[in-house]
């Protein structure tokens, strides 16, 4: 009995450990569409890009990649960002409704890329602005609507968002 419950408690805890990494990003743990960062853009992945929105300049955010469950029903944004002089890494688990086209995040984690200081205070700006998006798939792009009245000048005055843009490179 004793070691059933021990096998049991292993297999528990390797699961939650490969689901949610301690010392990682969060992964999708199946096959998932992979597409790296490329641009801003006002309306269309077709456009030249457009400069960095002042809330992303403001937390020195860089995205880096979304991967995309085949399923068709998660998806995984990748990032990092500059607390005070700490390099941080972000990761968000978004769960997609296909009916509204949003993408709702679920679940985030940030960490020091060196591990010694906390990424919280960052986190927490960067969960506000990511936390529920609109994303359309345009061409060989996916694209996510990312809020922001700093660039009219680009996208013209009635503007309210910008699309960052996703190269789709490859399924995983």
């Given at each position: 009995?004793?070691?059933?419950?021990?096998?049991?408690?292993?297999?528990?805890?390797?699961?939650?450990?490969?689901?949610?990494?301690?010392?990682?990003?969060?992964?999708?743990e199946?096959k998932?569409?992979?597409?790296?960062f490329?641009?801003?853009?006002?309306?269309?992945?077709?456009?030249?890009?457009?400069?960095?929105?002042?809330?992303?300049?403001?937390?020195?955010?860089?995205?880096?990649?979304?991967?995309?469950?085949i399923?068709?029903d998660?998806?995984?944004?990748?990032?990092e960002y500059?607390e005070?002089?700490?390099d941080?890494?972000?990761?968000?688990?978004y769960?997609?409704?296909?009916?509204?086209?949003?993408?709702?995040?679920?679940?985030?984690?940030?960490?020091?890329?060196?591990?010694?200081?906390?990424?919280?205070?960052?986190?927490?700006?960067?969960d506000?602005?990511?936390?529920?998006?609109?994303y359309?798939?345009?061409?060989?792009?996916?694209?996510?609507?990312?809020?922001?009245?700093?660039?009219?000048?680009?996208?013209g005055?009635?503007?309210?968002?910008?699309?960052?843009?996703?190269?789709?490179?490859?399924?995983?």
């Amino acid at each position: 009995m004793l070691k059933l419950s021990a096998a049991v408690i292993t297999m528990a805890l390797s699961f939650a450990a490969s689901a949610h990494p301690v010392d990682g990003d969060l992964i999708l743990e199946y096959k998932h569409y992979y597409s790296e960062f490329d641009k801003y853009v006002c309306k269309s992945s077709k456009e030249k890009a457009i400069t960095i929105p002042d809330e992303v300049k403001d937390l020195k955010l860089s995205f880096e990649d979304l991967n995309v469950s085949i399923f068709l029903d998660n998806a995984i944004l990748t990032a990092e960002y500059k607390e005070d002089e700490t390099d941080c890494r972000y990761s968000a688990l978004y769960e997609i409704d296909k009916n509204t086209k949003v993408i709702t995040a679920t679940e985030s984690k940030a960490f020091d890329l060196q591990g010694d200081k906390s990424c919280e205070p960052g986190k927490n700006k960067v969960d506000q602005l990511l936390k529920k998006l609109e994303y359309v798939v345009l061409h060989e792009h996916i694209t996510v609507k990312f809020p922001t009245t700093s660039l009219k000048e680009a996208c013209g005055e009635n503007s309210d968002s910008v699309l960052l843009a996703f190269k789709r490179i490859r399924k995983k």
